[in-house]
Structure formats: structure tokens, C-alpha cells
């Protein structure tokens, strides 16, 4: 599926949360932003948060975990944006397999859910999970 301008704004949005994230200068955080649009039309974000000891969490996570913390769990469209830091430039990447799992088991809708993989296109989370396991957490 091709990008619409609400796709583009939120990719803008992705981009911002680095941008905002940058000042706390952590090794292995801010690199990646995320940013999705819930079912409500409401727009949640997060950051990469790396640390030595093993213990990091996705972009995708952090933006999962405002939405949740919000008491909402629908996802209508995601995305995750790396900066580069050598190139100074940002670049969309699909969602690594846990973050394509987390958005899955939030909710069982979200297996619909628009996927932004790159600048100009966005599959359903169905399209990178095709063979997932039946499980949410949903009560």
C-alpha cells in the first residue's frame, strides 16, 4: 500500500521523538523513534532505550506502553524511524520480530493493523506475521 499524508505526519512524528530524546546523550538510546496512531485517533511515542546490562526496550515498546498507560490498545498504524548518526540522516525500518509480536498480542484487531516499512510503503501486520501463533493478552 502506498503512504497517505497522515503515513508521512506520522513518520514527522517519529522523527521528533528522537529529536526530543537526544539531550539524555545514553549510549544505545534514541536512535530509533516510534510513533502510531490508535484506533481512537490518538498518536503515542517512544525511543530505544539501551543499556549494557542487557536490558533494552524497542521504540515500538515505549510507544506500545504510552498507549496502554493511556488505556487504549488498538493500533490503526505504526512506525519505527532510525537515525543515523554517521550519515545524519533518518531512515524508516520495519519492526524487528518481538515488536511485530507485541503489537499482535495488545490486541487481537491489530493483526490489521498498517505497518510503515519503509518511505513509500505499508503492509498489514498480517503480512509480516503469516504464520503467528493464535495468542493476545487480552482478557
Known amino acids: 500500500m502506498k503512504l497517505t499524508a497522515k503515513d508521512k505526519n506520522l513518520i514527522e512524528e517519529a522523527k521528533r521523538i528522537i529529536v526530543k530524546s537526544n539531550p539524555v546523550k545514553l549510549i544505545g538510546t534514541g536512535d530509533v523513534g516510534a510513533a502510531l496512531i490508535t484506533s481512537k485517533g490518538n498518536i503515542y511515542r517512544g525511543v530505544c532505550i539501551g543499556f549494557y546490562c542487557g536490558i533494552d526496550s524497542c521504540g515500538e515498546y515505549q510507544a506500545i506502553g504510552a498507549m496502554i498507560s493511556n488505556g487504549e490498545k488498538g493500533i490503526k498504524s505504526i512506525v519505527a524511524v532510525w537515525f543515523d548518526e554517521k550519515t545524519k540522516k533518518y531512515r524508516v525500518i520495519p519492526p524487528c520480530g518481538k515488536c511485530r509480536e507485541m503489537i499482535k498480542q495488545a ?6 493493523a498498517e505497518v510503515i516499512i519503509s518511505g513509500t510503503k505499508k503492509v498489514k501486520l498480517k503480512e509480516l506475521l503469516p504464520h503467528s501463533w493464535g495468542g493476545t493478552l487480552e482478557k
Open 107 to 112: 490486541c487481537r484487531k491489530n493483526i490489521n
